[in-house]
């Protein structure tokens, strides 16, 4: 249950909208490479449009070091944005000050604007008070739909809202209602699938949800220093020396809920043409590390996920980007996609996964933020969202 006002809670009828997207999408010679974010905020920027709202975009785009850079230009953006949207959308050079003023100005009923990189000014990240005031002069109500942001309380995606109304955009909408449901109310039995190279990055996912799942499925990089906590050889494995005591503890911790690689593809060296072959994971030879789940693991997690009425995943199984090591995580993304449960990805490989193999449509929920799903299932508040006005 969203208990934040969204876009459909207020009238946004013939008003000036500044609107917060996650446009941080990939650009290579001047276009846009991965639109999915773009697309992913297209259902709220039309109803803006269809309610006759004179809408201003607001992103930001990479890391530009202190200042305007035409390589992190939002420029390409606007442009692809205009094909989606079949209409033009203006583009502003500045994102504050005269030039985005104007440009907002002269929006109609139904224009949409997209204003210049955010972080090509300091005070973004820093929430400066006077720079989110200034962002504020572009719109009478603040809409957020940049669920990816949201663990940050930088000026568009925080600072504003102290100075317009704040309220979520349907992409914000759908994603705080499927992790609320996976860290607050879930649906069981309960299914945790952590992947990825580090255990410190999931430390506070595992000990938010070990109580609230009937399952804690471990693969990828992070499941070698699991293997290693146990006892067992590891070879010259990724292994996070720093976590070994923090994995023994969720051992003990979590009991049978755990549930652990028994064969792994292991490869004479990290590289996409290393020799490689399937071991159990109690014999990985040394000199040899593992890059993968082997195909017994796969067959067990998708055992596990049988009759299961909650599943999330975050992480992938392998070496993705290596074809010879992505076969884990391939095989992992088919069986959650049809083991009739809600489904939530998340997590950059996972989500590629899932894309690649064409089942995105098969999954419940996909989200669009790493970092920031991680933080709302570690039961983190994020100033992104606490900022939204309650209905």
């Known amino acids: 249950m969203i208990h934040k006002k969204t876009v459909r809670d207020v009238s946004v009828n013939g008003w000036q909208v500044l609107m917060r997207v996650d446009f941080n999408v990939p650009i290579k010679n001047?276009?846009?490479?991965?639109?999915?974010?773009?697309?992913?905020?297209?259902?709220?920027?039309?109803?803006?449009?269809?309610?006759?709202?004179?809408?201003a975009l607001c992103s930001h785009l990479g890391r530009p070091k202190g200042g305007p850079d035409p390589a992190f230009s939002l420029a390409p953006v606007a442009e692809h944005l205009?094909?989606?949207?079949?209409?033009?959308?203006?583009?502003?050079?500045?994102?504050?000050?005269?030039?985005?003023?104007?440009?907002?100005?002269e929006l109609k009923p139904g224009d949409v604007a997209l204003l210049e990189n955010t972080r090509f000014y300091p005070e973004e990240e820093k929430n400066d008070v006077n720079f989110s005031r200034r962002l504020a002069l572009l719109g009478k109500?603040?809409?957020?739909?940049?669920?990816?942001?949201?663990?940050?309380?930088?000026?568009?995606?925080e600072g504003v809202a102290h100075f317009l109304p704040g309220v979520a955009g349907f992409l914000m909408e759908k994603e705080i209602e499927f992790l609320d449901k996976a860290a607050n109310n879930p649906d069981h039995?309960?299914?945790?699938?952590?992947?990825?190279?580090?255990?410190?990055?999931?430390?506070?996912?595992?000990?938010?949800l070990l109580n609230?799942?009937?399952?804690?499925?471990?693969?990828?990089?992070?499941?070698?220093?699991?293997?290693?906590?146990?006892g067992l050889s590891v070879g010259d494995s990724l292994v996070e020396e720093s976590s070994l005591d923090t994995a023994r503890q969720i051992i003990?911790?979590?009991g049978s809920k755990l549930v652990l690689p028994d064969d792994v593809v292991i490869a004479d060296k990290f590289d996409a043409a290393a020799q490689f072959k399937t071991v159990a994971a109690s014999a990985v030879p040394d000199g040899w590390r593992?890059?993968?789940?082997?195909?017994?693991?796969?067959?067990?997690?998708?055992?596990?996920?049988?009759?299961?009425?909650?599943?999330?995943?975050?992480?992938?199984?392998?070496?993705?980007?290596?074809?010879?090591?992505?076969?884990?995580?391939?095989?992992?993304?088919?069986?959650?996609?049809?083991?009739?449960?809600?489904?939530?990805?998340?997590?950059?490989?996972?989500?590629?996964?899932?894309?690649?193999?064409?089942?995105?449509?098969?999954?419940?929920?996909?989200s669009t933020g790493g970092g920031a799903s991680l933080e709302f299932l570690e039961g983190k508040v994020l100033p992104g969202i606490a900022i939204l006005q309650d209905k």
């Not at 999915?36 to 309610?51: E, G, K, S, V, W």
């Not at 009937?214 to 290693?228: Q, R, S």
């Open 30 to 55: 001047g276009k846009v490479g991965d639109d999915t974010r773009i697309r992913a905020a297209l259902p709220t920027i039309q109803y803006l449009i269809d309610q006759k709202a004179m809408v």
């Open 82 to 105: 205009s094909g989606l949207l079949k209409k033009k959308v203006a583009f502003a050079t500045d994102c504050v000050g005269p030039v985005a003023e104007g440009t907002v100005a």
């Open 141 to 157: 109500i603040y809409v957020d739909d940049a669920f990816g942001s949201a663990h940050r309380a930088h000026a568009s995606t």
């Open 189 to 208: 039995p309960y299914i945790l699938i952590l992947g990825g190279a580090k255990i410190s990055d999931k430390i506070g996912v595992i000990t938010n």
């Open 212 to 230: 609230k799942c009937e399952k804690l499925l471990i693969g990828g990089g992070m499941a070698n220093t699991f293997l290693k906590a146990k």
């Open 252 to 254: 003990a911790d979590a």
């Open 290 to 366: 593992i890059l993968d789940v082997g195909p017994a693991t796969i067959k067990k997690f998708s055992d596990a996920l049988k009759g299961s009425k909650l599943v999330v995943w975050n992480g992938p199984m392998g070496v993705f980007e290596f074809p010879n090591f992505a076969k884990g995580t391939r095989d992992l993304a088919q069986a959650v996609s049809t083991c009739g449960a809600i489904t939530i990805v998340g997590g950059g490989d996972s989500v590629a996964a899932v894309t690649e193999a064409g089942l995105a449509d098969k999954i419940s929920h996909i």
